[in-house]
């Protein structure tokens, strides 16, 4: 694993599911950035770079999709950053819009913290992390 921990960002509009999502991916040693809207999201994936980003699809302001498109449109950095959208929206078009969007993996509400978990280690295993 490279020297700086693994920034993880967490884009969720539900405070307690955000808190419960930020407190167990913190106790996996990985560093934690929240945002309560798209719009916060989108300020902090510029601002500090995250490597994983998992993001919420309806939030106020800028909706995960937006966020999604705008990321990949224009990046902050060069290196990949897997988007882990967990919603629940869970139409097989949503889906397919967040392939044809690149979203890296797609989990639907309900799921387990253990889910998430995974789907971090996932992108951690098919994504290089450099050190920055």
Same mark, same amino acid.
């Given at each position: ?36 809207? @798209? ?8 601002? *500090?770079? +995250?490597?994983? !980003?998992?993001?919420? =699809? /309806? ?38 819009? @967040? ?8 989990? *639907?509400? +309900?799921?387990? !913290?253990?889910?998430? =978990? /995974? ?14």
């Amino acid at each position: 694993m490279s020297a700086h921990p693994i920034k993880i960002l967490i884009a969720e509009d539900e405070d307690v599911v955000l808190e419960i999502m930020a407190r167990k991916i913190a106790s996996q040693n990985y560093e934690v950035i929240t945002a309560r809207d @798209g719009q916060e999201a989108w300020e902090k994936i510029i601002s *500090t770079v +995250p490597d994983i !980003i998992i993001s919420d =699809l /309806k939030m106020p302001k800028m909706n995960g999709w937006a966020v999604l498109s705008q990321l990949r449109q224009n990046p902050p950095t060069r290196r990949w950053q897997p988007v882990i959208i967990v919603s629940a929206q869970s139409d097989l078009a949503d889906f397919q819009k @967040g392939m044809d969007l690149q979203a890296d993996h797609y989990l *639907t509400k +309900p799921c387990r !913290i253990e889910d998430i =978990l /995974k789907a971090i280690r996932l992108m951690l295993s098919l994504v290089p992390q450099r050190n920055t």
